[in-house]
């Protein structure tokens, strides 16, 4: 169930697990409201990591976008999937191990800095093998990988998305041409690397660790994103608390009809959100649910609530439909109340 605080999230908590598209940015275009909101974060002490399944774009160059939204932003600050799978690599293989590495550069550079050497070619009996997205992939290339797996190497991947929003519509993602070398070795990867795996997020603390700082626990770290099947379900596995914004692909209907495995500890508008207290939600004696002065009410199969323009409504009624989803209702079959939250 949501959670409440007394203080700003951004006071509540000291690290910040910000997802960037969807929530920051889209594509080249800022989010309203976000890069105020994460400098005030900033000001009042909380440390930010921007997380991401990309595992083409290096970091310098996502921060160098970040900076012309008027961020203050060093690469350290970006954890890309590539980060987290060189990483997460170099613990499972031998120093110095040969690895072949199907990705893009970003990906090869990150595995080339953990000192392990890359090769194209299974015939080169590599110890593992590592795949990301890229457009240039060709088949040859996942030919080679599979060759590699079906010999024994171990499998890692960036991250199992199967689709990618791109400006022509949706295309095939990573996962999508992952599971062309599954087929055809019937191996499924040791480990990914990307979102919904909370090992992104868990890397991420560790890079925060930087110059002999000591590491941010899980109870003071906060994931963000828009995402409930990526960038929260990630929090939830990894035992984090999470802050859904509704800047990206999820809407309200979405939210009210999550399961529990996709549920948020927060929610927010906007990342405005992260800069104020959370009022609570409590159930009330004659069944409805209050948020913030705010009440969800159930009749006859219906959710009605006092205000559809509402946060705190919309923050009810989740309450009180993901109670009844707890107890046995069917989310198809409840009739939700329409929200129009745009200001």
């Known amino acids: 169930m949501l959670k409440a605080t007394t203080t700003a999230l951004s006071e509540t908590y000291r690290l910040a697990l910000l997802d960037l598209d969807g929530v920051v940015y889209y594509g080249k275009q800022p989010v309203p409201h976000a890069s105020a909101s994460i400098t005030e974060a900033q000001r009042l002490g909380m440390t930010i990591e921007y997380t991401t399944n990309n595992s083409s774009r290096m970091q310098g160059v996502v921060a160098g976008q970040l900076h012309g939204f008027g961020l203050d932003v060093q690469p350290w600050q970006v954890i890309t999937s590539s980060v987290v799978a060189a990483r997460m690599v170099a ?116 890079l925060a660790a930087h110059d002999g700082e000591t590491m941010v626990s899980v109870a003071q770290s906060l994931a963000i994103g828009d995402r409930l099947d990526t960038d929260i379900e990630a929090g939830n596995r990894g035992g984090y608390d999470s802050l859904l914004v509704l800047t990206g692909v999820t809407d309200e209907r ?29 159930r009330l004696a004659d069944g409805d649910w209050r948020c913030g002065g705010m009440t969800a009410t159930w009749r006859d199969g219906a959710v009605a609530v006092s205000d559809t323009t509402s946060i705190d409504a919309l923050r009810a009624a989740c309450a009180l439909i993901w109670d009844r989803m707890d107890n046995g209702a069917d989310a198809a079959g409840i009739a939700l109340p329409q929200f129009h939250l745009d200001d």
């Not at 979405?254 to 549920?263: E, I, K, Q, T, V």
């Open 91 to 206: 613990r499972h293989v031998p120093a110095g191990a040969r690895v072949l590495v199907v990705g893009a550069d970003h990906l090869r550079d990150e595995v080339a800095k953990h000192g392990l050497v890359i090769v194209d070619n299974a015939k080169d009996d590599p110890a593992a093998v590592i795949q990301g997205w890229y457009p240039q992939m060709t088949w040859q290339q996942m030919a080679e990988a599979a060759y590699a797996v079906e010999a024994g190497a171990q499998y890692f991947v960036t991250n199992r998305d199967l689709t990618i929003p791109r400006e022509q519509g949706i295309a095939p993602g990573c996962g999508s041409m992952i599971q062309a070398v599954v087929n055809a070795t019937g191996v499924e990867p040791l480990a990914s690397a990307g979102k919904p795996e909370s090992a992104m997020y868990d890397e991420a603390r560790m």
């Open 254 to 282: 979405l939210l009210m009809c999550a399961p529990a495995a996709l549920r948020p500890t927060y929610i927010a508008r906007d990342l405005r959100g992260l800069n104020v207290p959370h009022p609570g939600v409590e």
